[in-house]
């Protein structure tokens, strides 16, 4: 944990793999409380992968976003419902026309309290049925953590006009403006 020196709260880093990072971090920088987000490789057993070799999927690795959030502007639990919402946790290794080890579903804490939460979650979506098929993302520890290239960071802020954005990351933006808009930074 570390200390937002503007007001003192204890904040905490959760790291979240919901397919492409690009949609991930297009939607948890609009989300109030977060106060970074970096997208970034976690889980694989290469140090500092590229990009490339991830995409080989041989690395082991997840393309991830890393959050940097403040527990007293909102909770883990919330934070896990928008990213339930904007990601398909019931395909392996998929998602849309993203394939491979390296856009499965994940949550990667840092914390036993994080932990908690996350397996609680996986395990009442998965009791109510919500999805209509068993929720696989996975609840590990953050391990083997490294940034990704400059160049994809705050991609969909840079690129807005990028065929992928237009077609993927947009519309997981606006479904979490539609459906969790009191969650918004204005």
Known sequence: MTQDPSNGTR???ITLGGGCFWCTEAVFVQVRGIVDVESGYCNGHVN???????????????EVVKLVYDPAQISLRAILEIFFV?????TL???GNDTGTQ???GIYYSTSEQQQVAEDMVHELNAQKLFGKPVVTEVLPVANYSPAEEYHQDFFEKNPNQGY??????PKVAKFRKTFSEYAKS
């Open 86 to 90: 904007i990601h398909d946790p019931t």
């Open 11 to 13: 904040l905490q880093t």
């Open 165 to 170: 954005c237009i077609a993927v990351a947009g």
């Open 103 to 105: 856009y499965r579903s």
């Open 93 to 95: 290794n998929r998602q």
């Open 48 to 62: 500092n992968p590229t990009y490339e070799q991830v995409c080989t999927g041989t690395t082991g690795h997840n």
